[in-house]
């Protein structure tokens, strides 16, 4: 849609020029409300002009400093990203422009909106879920930490089904900080010891570890994650991943106290695929769970990588450290060695996990591989730093870490999933380490 200004024609008055309706009403609306709005995770709502208007100067400051809307990938390299909340240059001008003549209302515009028909391809967005996964509950005290919670929730249906999409119903935004839900196979060793149907808190030492002879993708899979700005990102026509009869749904939830205490009923909506797909989605997790951060360590670099046993389709790439994290790359290697950078996060921030989808889903051929690069920063120049005189190791706390480059891939529906070897190598940078 075009952001030219509308001129509207009132009672015999020229009204031209940046005006809020017509204007930049649909900037905010497509790129702000999903964060500001009653309940998101923004401190202000920027669905109204009387919501937007107080705060015009400080959203002008905010666009041109290019820290809203949120997003911490460098978008000038590496491929482009569906999701990239990024302003294009019209978009930041428009609003910059408005700001500067005054911010001005303009008379309203008469909307005239479509009703999605109650037939075709709107009818069949709207189905209702074939299974939802619901918290029962949680309660979120108004301070203090939360430690990461996991909730087993047993599926039993009757037969293998495909899920076409799954889709998080959040009730409670501003408290989540991300929620991760994974498909666990029957017999998996992934926190095999949480009792079903409750929450679970479990120190890294009581749970269970991988078995040696346990596939990855025999142990868990990501379904989808949730992370502050979600939106639902289909995989793409004709992909699903697939539900085994017997199966969990583990949700890994970790919650941030805000000042209110809440209890939490958000839920996830599953979708089953009415026909059988073409390729099954998988999610793999390279990861370095041998890492060890001196204390101190201002520039601690450590690496996983996945190569890829037979060709795949890459879909999304989602980077995991925790506090001390400081930046990420993520790197496709050809297997005649040439390189190509996918992802680069300059400034990674762990209050925005980030599920990066691939404007053009890649083919990979078999021998590739995709090298995760995970720096950090344990010295006390680290503001979000919880202790510099720590070693730190791997582990699901905030103030331990981890190196995880979360890859989302196609394979051909019948295909086997275990597709990739996955090795994690800690190399202290150049000059760093000790
Ligand atoms: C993905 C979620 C998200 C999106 C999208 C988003 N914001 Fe924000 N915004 C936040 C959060 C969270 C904060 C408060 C914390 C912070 O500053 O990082 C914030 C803070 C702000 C502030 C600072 C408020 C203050 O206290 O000074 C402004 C201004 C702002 N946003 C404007 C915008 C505008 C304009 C857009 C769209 C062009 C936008 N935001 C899109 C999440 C978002």
């Known amino acids: 849609m075009s952001l030219k200004w509308l001129a509207v024609i009132a009672a015999g008055t020229a009204w031209a020029g940046p005006v809020y309706h017509g204007g930049v009403e649909d900037v905010f609306a497509r790129r702000c409300v999903v964060c500001h709005q009653a309940g998101g995770i923004g401190p202000m709502q920027l669905g109204t002009y009387a919501q937007v208007r107080p705060w015009a100067r400080a959203i002008r400051e905010a666009v041109l400093e290019r820290t809203m809307p949120p997003w911490s990938a460098d978008s000038s390299v590496g491929v482009r ?38 037939t075709g391809p709107m009818a069949e967005a709207r189905r209702a879920p074939d299974l939802v996964v619901k918290i029962p509950g949680f309660p979120v005290p108004a301070s203090g930490v939360v430690e990461y919670t996991f909730l087993v929730t ?135 769970a041998q890492l060890q951060i001196p204390a101190g360590d201002a520039d601690y670099r450590s690496e996983a990588t996945a190569t890829f046993t ?34 680069s996060v300059p400034h990674y921030d762990f209050h925005w996990q980030t599920t990066y989808f691939l404007a053009e889903p890649m083919r990979l051929p078999k021998g ?47 295909g086997d999933a275990d597709v990739a070897v996955l090795s994690g190598t800690t190399k202290p940078a150049p000059g760093g380490g000790r």
Not at 160 to 182: G, L, M, S, T, Y
Not at 184 to 198: C, F, H, I, L, M
Not at 271 to 286: F, K, M, N, Q
């Open 81 to 118: 990203f569906r999701n990239d909340r990024t302003l294009s240059a019209e978009e930041r001008q428009a609003i910059v422009d408005w700001v500067d003549a005054g911010a001005a209302e303009g008379p309203a515009v008469v909307e005239t909106k479509m009703v999605p028909g109650g």
């Open 154 to 288: 047993p599926v039993r249906i009757e037969q293998d089904e495909w899920i076409e999409r799954a889709e998080w119903k959040v009730q409670h935004p501003e408290v989540i900080h991300h929620i991760n839900a994974f498909i666990r196979p029957t017999g998996s060793s992934y926190v095999a010891e949480a009792p079903a149907g409750k929450f679970y808190v479990a120190s890294g030492s009581e749970r269970s570890a991988r078995r040696p002879d346990e596939a990855e993708i025999d142990r868990r899979e990501l379904l989808v994650g949730y992370e502050p700005g979600y939106r639902p990102e289909p995989w793409g026509a004709g992909r699903a991943k697939l539900l085994r009869k017997d199966a969990d749904i583990v949700f890994e939830m970790h919650y941030t106290p805000n000042g209110h205490a809440v209890t939490d009923y958000s839920e996830l909506d599953i979708y089953l695929a009415r026909e059988a797909p073409r390729e099954r989605v998988i999610t793999i997790a390279p990861a370095d």
């Open 310 to 343: 037979q060709p795949v389709t890459l879909i999304s790439l989602q980077p995991h450290m925790h506090l001390r994290g400081k930046a990420y790359r993520m790197t496709l290697v050809y297997p005649d060695g040439r390189r190509q950078l996918l992802l």
């Open 368 to 414: 590739a591989a995709i090298e995760c690069v995970a720096e950090y920063d344990n010295s006390p120049n680290n503001p979000n730093n919880p202790d510099p005189k720590k070693t730190v190791r791997w582990g699901d706390q905030s103030w331990e870490e981890m190196n995880i480059g979360f890859l989302e891939a196609a394979i051909p529906a019948g």
